[in-house]
């Protein structure tokens, strides 16, 4: 039998909190935003090449996964103790009903259609439609199973305009999945960069278990060349910031195609890349559930 204990921490302790209490015992931590789906609600990320500088929120909420018979006041008190902190108030301590964790797990996750021709369906199940193209892809550590609306935006649009030379390029590549996509529809050369070798790792896996060929790189070992479609599907934040970079990847007559923005947020992102270059001409591709796939093509 297991029990969940949830507390809060702020951002310079939460991570190293989390490893002490795993020390003592616990059988998996996890961090999340306290103020998700609020005002206050803020994204995490990493700029290219180098380690995020903040590593959580600033109310971070840790769930925390302990055998029965865990002492979770003493063992919260020994780690507030050793980093120097006030003691965490334990908001709950609840005993989890002994369950199949696995199988409740895997039915959160069914296939899932782009299109009449494409799938996204995890190794659980059989494909619903053993004729289409079905990409084979479990949940993981990376982002990126297909049923996030901004990860569908970008998987329709790249079904509905690959060519079979094109080469593409899926930068902050997670899962691999829009890379692994562009390879099934017929993309000539696919490659995929992710800061997290993580990442890096599961989209390199999961290429090969879909049995298509793609590279899988740290932003610095990717090579310098140009993409006749650049996908990005990140936040609107990290795509400001990264708008140099990924319009410098972008071949003449090329595309670039971009998610992870908000509706409300997609003006701003199209006039930050209309002043680094003017020359690619952005506009909303199509709207999903509140978020947006803002594409376009160099002109020259």
């Known amino acids: ?16 909190f989390g490893d002490l209490l795993m020390d ?72 989890l009903p002994d369950e199949n964790w696995v199988k409740i797990t895997q039915a959160q996750f069914g296939p899932t259609k782009v299109s009449d021709r494409l799938w996204i369906v995890p ?41 079979s030379n094109d080469r593409v390029l899926d930068y902050g590549c997670g899962t691999g999945i829009l890379a692994i996509a562009a390879a099934k529809v017929g993309a000539g050369v696919v490659k995929g960069t992710d800061i997290d070798p993580q990442a890096v790792e599961a989209a390199s896996r999961n290429a090969r278990e879909n049995g298509v060929e793609a590279t899988f790189v740290l932003p610095k070992d990717l090579a310098e060349e140009r993409f006749d479609v650049v996908v990005a599907n990140i936040l609107s934040n990290p795509l400001k910031f990264l708008a140099p970079a990924l319009l410098g990847r972008v071949a003449e007559g090329g595309r670039l195609v971009l998610s992870g923005i908000l509706a409300r947020q997609a003006e701003e992102v199209i006039a930050v890349y209309r002043e680094v270059d003017p020359t690619v001409e952005l506009s909303v591709w199509a709207e999903e559930e509140g978020w947006v796939c803002i594409a376009g093509r160099r002109t020259r």
């Open 1 to 16: 039998m297991l029990r969940e204990i949830k507390l809060l921490c702020d951002e310079r302790s939460a991570e190293g």
């Open 24 to 95: 003592a015992g616990a059988v998996s931590v996890t961090i999340e935003d306290a103020d998700r789906d609020l005002p206050d609600e803020r994204p995490l990320y990493g700029e290219p090449g180098l380690e995020p500088e903040t590593l959580a929120w600033n109310r971070s909420r840790l769930s925390i996964l302990v055998p029965e018979e865990f002492d979770a006041e003493t063992a919260v008190a020994l780690a507030a103790k050793s980093m120097g902190i006030e003691v965490p108030a334990i908001e709950s301590d609840e005993p």
């Open 123 to 163: 190794s659980w199940h059989e494909p619903p439609d053993p004729s289409a193209i079905n990409i084979r892809l479990d949940p993981g550590v990376a982002f990126g199973t297909g049923s996030h609306p901004t990860t569908h935006l970008c998987l329709r649009w790249l079904d509905a305009n690959v060519a």
